[in-house]
């Protein structure tokens, strides 16, 4: 699996959460994935996902997810995001970082997410 390819099943599984539509996510993930939110729940397995999906869509809307960049070193890819979500009329915005790893078939086994406030100060700045 090339570079362009690991993008393009990064980007269609962000574009999933905003279209509310996982079909196709047993075409990008693993199995026996490993997904680890930013906020600290662990999921093992591409069941355990399904449920968290199911509970999230319950309550949540995504409004954007988009890629600020990739970088990648063989089967991993880093991801630098922004993410916006309604969840009971309160609209979160937020920048973050995942750390996904690729199997050599070219399904995601692992998925480590990391959050940093989008609001930045420089309180030093001279």
């Not at 199997?103 to 309180?123: Q, Y």
């Amino acid at each position: 699996m090339n570079n362009f390819e690991k993008e393009a099943a990064i980007r269609k599984y962000f574009s999933m959460w905003i279209k509310r539509d996982f079909t196709a996510l047993d075409s990008i993930f693993a199995s026996d994935i490993y997904y680890s939110e930013c906020y600290g729940p662990e999921y093992s397995g591409l069941q355990e996902i399904r449920c968290w999906i199911e509970d999230m869509l319950c309550k949540q809307y995504v409004l954007e997810w988009k890629v600020k960049r990739f970088i990648h070193e063989n089967n991993i890819v880093v991801v630098e995001w922004f993410f916006k979500e309604r969840q009971n009329k309160t609209e979160h915005a937020f920048d973050g970082v995942s750390i996904i790893q690729f199997k050599n078939d070219g399904k995601i086994i692992s998925i480590k997410e990391f959050e940093s406030k989008t609001e930045h100060t420089t309180p030093f700045r001279i």
